[in-house]
């Protein structure tokens, strides 16, 4: 009897085994991720010398919720109170590390200050700026686009004071 039970085992095992293997080649293929980076042209503005004396660092971006991970941000035209995320649509990197570095290249094409650098490197900075993702997402219908929203705000190192704000929209 204990015999017939594991060859009966062995063959269920057998059958389940097949059925998995059988599922596992249905369907539809699961596609591959996608990376995409963020890039900025070029200054408008790019300054003859330094408009800002001594070094400015640019501290990492910040970003409530969704805005924060590498996935895609999309919303459809329809319904614009709804985030919705891709899911093998992603960036290189977070956010709010690739806006920092972009705006790093771009501060330093435009030779705003004499150094621009960015808080890993742990300078003590004449200036910080800081940024705050508020919108960073794919719109989709009619029409379609991407809309962009940004709050800058740069802060003198020595006092902590706030010098500059400026808010900066696109589509």
């Known amino acids: ?74 919303v459809e035209h329809d319904n614009p109170n709804v985030l919705l995320q891709y899911h093998y649509q992603l960036w290189i990197d977070e956010p709010s590390r690739m806006l920092q570095s972009v705006t790093i290249d771009y501060l330093r094409e435009a030779r705003l200050a004499d150094q621009v650098v960015s808080t890993d490197l742990r300078m003590v900075p004449t200036y910080t700026l800081v940024g705050d993702i508020k919108k960073l997402e794919h719109e989709i219908g009619s029409p379609s686009g991407i809309a962009v929203a940004l709050e800058f705000a740069l802060r003198e190192h020595k006092s902590g004071n706030v010098v500059w704000v400026k808010n900066y929209t696109a589509n």
């Open 1 to 74: 009897r204990e015999r017939h039970l594991n060859s009966r085992r062995w063959w269920m095992m057998a059958v389940l085994c097949g059925l998995l293997a059988a599922c596992g080649e249905q369907g539809v293929p699961v596609p591959s991720d996608r990376f995409h980076r963020l890039t900025v042209g070029a200054p408008a503005i790019i300054y003859q010398k330094p408009h800002i004396a001594g070094t400015l660092e640019v501290d990492r971006f910040s970003a409530a919720g969704v805005l924060q991970d590498r996935a895609i941000v999309f």
